[in-house]
């Protein structure tokens, strides 16, 4: 198979239509053209609020330092996708099914899968403008492309990509001359198509199997029904990587209060069909639902990541940026050593505690 060097005109193009059936879980997939556009730092063609492309490395040793290599991996709350998109398209794990909650979000993941080519083409023909956006926010189609194409729309011209509806347009509604940002400054439709593109040819690779248009509960139980007998239980990862505790509300379109936060500790505090993994902002709620225990570890990632903050500036008129530690909690047997985290309450580990302690004291 020639590689993605070897063309003139780009990726392959996709020919996909419908998600595989379970069955497919049980064969190897065939080789992406080129694995290095899905290692780069940015490889969704989505923007999302709190993306956690920076704890993709750690999720990674996390699930090479253990056996048997996962089969299935399956995402949940995908977002802008980019830990499935990465761990496919390197061979981490073979197969992934993406899932969330936002019809808009789905659509989205579904279309750039399986309607990959009809994507790209609306994409480059539609207008990048004010007016356009308008037209977006109060379209109420329910069709699956048109929620796709509206994703992407609001995703690559709002603030933030925000999909909420209190985030204007990137440059503001007037477009002032004196804004350094306009509109269409995070919709180059050239890269867009080019990652649109390696979504399509996961999926006709057989490493993308499925997208779900559903809640983390259902996602999670289809995970057991649809795949039982097709993967044992060590064969199958699940990435949960909820909303904000704090800040959901002003992020997502559908984000979670506390008691659902509470109803997934309850569900992974329990006996699962697989392995998984949960990647949370460090906050009171989350040490208080996820505290070290047997059946689990809880990691604190050492590095700070950069999330979009409410809060404007009252001199400069600015929104700023609140930067957070972040936590990982798994049921993954094995925790290969890091120094990009620790293991929250290992006595046998000196600076572990000396960074427990100062967690504590900064709580």
């Not at 477009?175 to 306009?182: G, V, W």
């Not at 080019?194 to 779900?212: K, M």
């Not at 505290?291 to 700070?304: F, N």
């Amino acid at each position: 198979m020639a590689g993605q060097d070897d063309r003139k005109d780009g990726p392959r193009p996709a020919s996909r239509t419908a998600p595989w059936p379970p069955a497919q879980v049980e064969v190897k997939p065939d080789p992406v053209d080129d694995t290095r556009q899905y290692a780069a730092s940015v490889v969704s063609p989505l923007r999302y609020p709190g993306a956690k492309r920076q704890l993709v490395p750690l999720i990674e040793r996390i699930i090479a330092g253990n056996v048997p290599p996962p089969r299935l991996f399956v995402e949940p709350f995908c977002g802008g996708a980019t830990t499935a998109l990465r761990l496919a398209g390197t061979g981490v794990v073979e197969h992934v099914v993406l899932a969330d909650g936002d019809p808009l979000v789905a659509a989205f993941w579904y279309t750039a899968a399986f309607d990959t080519t009809w994507l790209i083409d609306a994409m480059r023909e539609v207008p990048v403008t004010v007016e356009r956006w308008k037209w977006w926010r109060n379209c109420n189609s329910t069709s699956v492309r048109d929620l796709a194409l509206k994703c992407l729309f609001l995703n690559r011209t709002t603030f933030s990509g925000i999909l909420h509806g209190w985030a204007g347009p990137i440059g503001g509604l007037n477009q002032n001359a004196e804004t350094k940002y306009k509109i269409d400054c995070r919709f180059n439709k050239d890269a867009l198509a080019q990652r649109i593109s390696a979504v399509g040819q996961l999926a006709d690779t057989g490493h993308i199997l499925e997208v779900w248009s559903h809640d983390w509960g259902t996602s999670l139980d289809l995970v057991g029904s649809r795949y039982r007998g097709l993967v044992g239980p060590e064969e199958a990862v699940v990435y949960l990587d909820p909303p904000y505790v704090e800040k959901a509300p002003y992020l997502y379109q559908w984000s979670f209060q506390d008691d659902q936060h509470r109803a997934l500790a309850q569900v992974l505090s329990g006996d699962t069909p697989f392995r998984w993994l949960l990647s949370y902002d460090d906050n009171a709620l989350a040490r208080a639902l996820y505290p070290p225990a047997e059946r689990h570890h809880v990691l604190h990632a050492m590095h700070r990541y950069t999330a979009a903050g409410l809060k404007a500036d009252e001199k400069k008129g600015k929104r700023q940026r609140t930067v957070r530690a972040e936590l990982l909690v798994t049921n993954f047997p094995d925790i290969p050593e890091s120094d990009d985290y620790h293991v929250v309450g290992d006595t046998t580990c000196v600076s572990c505690q000396k960074a427990d302690s100062a967690d504590a004291d900064r709580s």
